[in-house]
Nanobody, 128 residues
Framework: VQFVESGGGLVQPGGSLRLSCGAP????????IGWFRQAPGKEREGVSC????????YYSDSVKGRFTVSRDNVKNTVYLQMNSLSPEDTAVYYC??????????????????????WGQGTQVTVSS
């Protein structure tokens, strides 16, 4: 199983993008799904999570109030709506499934070792 991220691109500061996370042959509905990003020269960080069992959501402090995670179980897709983008948001964005927990209402919902089925990522570049 490999997740597929899409929707990245080049956007000006203050702009918006919506990323999509799909998983052909895998039902996303039954898993907590996390969004992560990795900027050049930096470690991969968790930015958001959406739970399965309780619909919980999580956002890192750096994106809270600007990003919104959602899921469409009919389309088997998880989305990350990103608004008010800044150059600091420039990174490759990844999604993955948490095989150990169904909820994002935990103290650290984006422990990477809990996630599997990483995709290739989608590049987001915020620049004028």
């Amino acid at each position: 199983v490999q997740f597929v991220e899409s929707g990245g691109g080049l956007v000006q500061p203050g702009g918006s993008l919506r990323l999509s996370c799909g998983a052909p042959g895998f039902t996303l509905e039954y898993y907590a799904i996390g969004w992560f990003r990795q900027a050049p020269g930096k470690e991969r960080e968790g930015v958001s999570c959406i739970g399965y069992s309780d619909g919980s959501t999580y956002y890192s402090d750096s994106v809270k109030g600007r990003f919104t995670v959602s899921r469409d179980n009919v389309k088997n897709t998880v989305y990350l709506q990103m608004n008010s983008l800044s150059p600091e948001d420039t990174a490759v964005y990844y999604c993955a499934a948490n095989l150990m927990r169904s909820s994002c209402a935990t103290p650290v919902p984006t422990r990477m070792h809990e996630y599997s089925y990483w995709g290739q990522g989608t590049q987001v570049t915020v620049s004028s």
